[in-house]
């Protein structure tokens, strides 16, 4: 009796451990997920943008997006890793206005080692909350240079004081030397990231983006109008801002080199669209590829028409850096090679031109053909693999070369090739 009670308390025991262990299980599998996920709503989100670009149009956008996003999100501050050379003015007074803009923080770090902030880039790092650079990086070097020559003294002023005008707007709100910031512009001078921090025109440096987050994390700083906010950076979780697709193709596109190479595809496929239906387009390379083609020169007014078109791409190579400029090796050989391929399409079709349009038996006039049968003085001959009805001017044996001099309706008047009549 005693042992039947034991037996039965023993497997009430596991069954209620059965139940219960499960359900703790969960419990505290349920509680540590939202524990993780309290930390992870706890640790601030740091939004980063990386700009490893020349200043245009596709990354104007691509800073507005990323500033929106930091913004509308909540983030704690905007990271902006750069590394560029310049580029445009519009482009970087757009960039530099939406850093301006931010509700959130924005810091510019000019990385990894050998990056700089150049050109137009150094209106971007001035522009920041805080600006940044880890050794070995450079900026500076922002004189305004124009993009097709230099206007007159008058224009030149304007436009350098303008940029003045608009670098000291901030810089001085920034905190930051003024004299030095302007140095930039007048007389290029460019610093590297000890002369920048030595001079005031950055806040620190960093080696790594853990670092700068680190030492940031607690820093008072003062926005554009002059409040105070205290940036909090412990245990920052970085999220990169990827662009989009068409970001990305659009960027592929603004390649000087690409677009020089889509110009020209585009020349010859117009070319060839009017040219279908017996259309001539002539001035593809202009008046000399089509004297050239018209007259024969042999092959002079074609290098003529090539090279001045050489001349013409070689001066899109000129730029205010040398990442917005076409390459010299891209230029000649796409100008060879167009120029060579119009004056071959143009030749054709001017010869095509010249060519009597012929159908049926005109068609066959100078054509070579052969006897099916003996003609005496008639019999059958094949043409271009065609049976016809012929008349010779003498007796033909089968198999017989012929060739086709004239035709009265539909029967052809042949003549053995290499007679009198078929040289004539």
């Not at 921090?197 to 987050?213: R, V, W």
């Not at 071959?344 to 349009?357: E, G, Q, S, T, Y």
């Amino acid at each position: 009796m005693l042992g039947n009670a034991r037996r039965f308390i023993g497997r009430l025991t596991k069954m209620w451990a059965l139940r219960v262990r499960p359900m703790t299980c969960a419990a505290l599998l349920l509680g540590m997920a939202g524990f993780a996920s309290l930390a992870l709503a706890q640790n601030p989100v740091v939004e980063e943008f990386v700009l490893n670009d020349t200043i245009q149009p596709v990354t104007a956008g691509q800073l507005e997006r990323a500033i929106a996003r930091a913004n509308s999100e909540g983030a704690a501050a905007l990271l902006i890793e750069i590394n560029t050379p310049g580029g445009l003015v519009d482009s970087m007074r757009q960039m530099a206005g939406a850093i301006l803009g931010s509700r959130v923080p924005v810091i510019i770090y000019v990385a990894p080692a050998g990056a700089r902030a150049a050109s137009a880039g150094f209106f971007l790092l001035e522009s920041a909350d805080i600006a940044a650079m880890a050794p070995g990086t450079n900026a500076g070097a922002a004189h305004v240079v124009f993009e097709f020559g230099k206007p007159d003294d008058v224009m030149t002023q304007k436009v350098e004081n303008d940029a003045e005008a608009f670098l000291r707007s901030y810089v001085a709100k920034r905190n930051r030397n003024v004299d030095a910031a302007i140095a930039a512009v007048q007389s290029s001078k460019s610093y590297t990231a000890e002369e920048a921090l030595d001079k005031h025109l950055i806040d620190l440096t960093a080696s790594s983006e853990t670092q700068l987050m680190a030492v940031l994390n607690g820093r008072e700083i003062t926005r554009l109008d002059g409040s105070k906010q205290v940036l909090h950076l412990a245990n920052a979780r970085i999220q990169r801002f990827e662009p989009t697709l068409r970001e990305n193709l659009l960027g592929w596109l603004v390649n000087p080199n690409i677009a020089l190479l889509l110009l020209v595809g585009g020349a010859l496929l117009i070319y060839l669209e009017f040219n279908t239906p017996g259309t001539i387009v002539p001035g593809a390379l202009g008046t000399l590829m089509v004297l050239e083609a018209k007259f024969g020169g042999h092959g002079a007014l074609a290098i003529a028409g090539i090279v001045c078109l050489t001349l013409g791409t070689l001066t899109l190579v000129a730029a205010p850096i040398p990442e917005l400029a076409v390459k010299p090796w891209v230029a000649i050989s796409v100008s060879v090679a167009f120029g060579g391929i119009t004056a071959f399409l143009v030749r054709l079709a001017m010869k095509a031109r010249r060519l009597k349009a012929r159908l049926g038996a005109d068609a066959l006039v100078g054509h070579l053909a052969s006897a099916m049968e003996p003609l005496n003085p008639e019999g059958h001959v094949l043409v271009d693999g065609e049976i016809w009805r012929a008349v010779a001017n003498e007796i033909v044996a089968q198999g017989t070369p012929l060739q086709v001099v004239g035709h009265e309706q539909f029967l052809l008047k042949v003549t053995p090739v290499g007679s009198t009549s078929a040289k004539a």
